[in-house]
């Protein structure tokens, strides 16, 4: 039986939005499948698992962002060394934020990221709030944003995908998150995965290829999120 290791990043500060359900979700659809995960929680200070498949990050208020930013950025090197070796990655909000070059505060203020993905961050006085649906080569993806934080994307990332009718990375280009190789960031939280199946699928099929096992995953009978994101897409911003 494959068991695939999930890394959930600072899982008590950045999981404000019910992001730790991203991991819910994966771990739920492999046991379906006859598989499993192993989930390391990795708090401040502690040791990334070497054997990680998956690397998974969330969302969190401004102070428990400044309380894990320099642990992160700590990490930068060992974070670029994964994503280089194919690592799977989903980070939201505040982790997708840190993996960019850097966030520039409202005030003037230069947070250093990692500079896994090439993107980077300006602070502002505009929220961007509300139920959001995204169309990308996985299908739709749909979550909830709610960020002032405006990100814009460089030469060496691919937008995950354009909104529909949220305001997505910085309400102005349509764009939402970010694509380089396996690392994902996205703003929509939810969880994200709950109501998106099918990039779920996408994730975990990444993992087993980079492990050389099949990628292939037998169809699961999707109809319960399927509806719930309808009933989302549906709702008033």
Not at 61 to 79: K, N
Not at 183 to 195: E, I, M, N, S
Request: charged share 25%; proline share 5%.
């Amino acid at each position: 039986m494959s068991v695939l290791t999930l890394a959930h990043l600072y899982p008590r500060e950045m999981n404000i939005y019910g992001d730790t359900g991203n991991v819910l979700v994966l771990r739920k659809r492999l046991q379906w499948r006859g598989m499993d995960a192993k989930v390391v929680g990795v708090h401040v200070g502690d040791p990334l698992p070497p054997d990680t498949d998956i690397l998974l990050g969330g969302g969190g208020q401004d102070a428990a962002q400044g309380e894990i930013g320099r642990d992160f950025v700590s990490r930068g090197a060992e974070l670029r060394a994964m994503a280089d070796d194919g690592v799977v990655m989903l980070t939201i909000c505040g982790t997708y934020q840190l993996l960019g070059h850097h966030f520039l505060t409202k005030d003037g203020r230069r947070i250093e990221g990692v500079g896994v993905l090439d993107v980077i961050t300006t602070g502002s006085d505009q929220r961007l709030i509300g139920n959001n649906n995204i169309d990308t080569d996985w299908g739709r993806l749909v979550g909830f944003e709610n960020h002032s934080g405006l990100t814009d994307l460089g030469p060496g990332a691919q937008p995950l995908g354009r909104t529909v009718a949220g305001r997505g990375n910085n309400g102005k280009d349509q764009t939402e998150g970010a694509v380089r190789d396996n690392v994902f960031g996205t703003y929509l939280h939810g969880p994200v995965l709950a109501k998106s199946p099918r990039f779920a699928d996408e994730l975990l099929s990444r993992a087993l290829a980079r492990r050389g096992e099949d990628p292939e995953l037998e169809p699961l009978d999707d109809s319960l999120a399927l509806g719930a994101a309808d009933v989302a897409v549906r709702r008033p911003r």
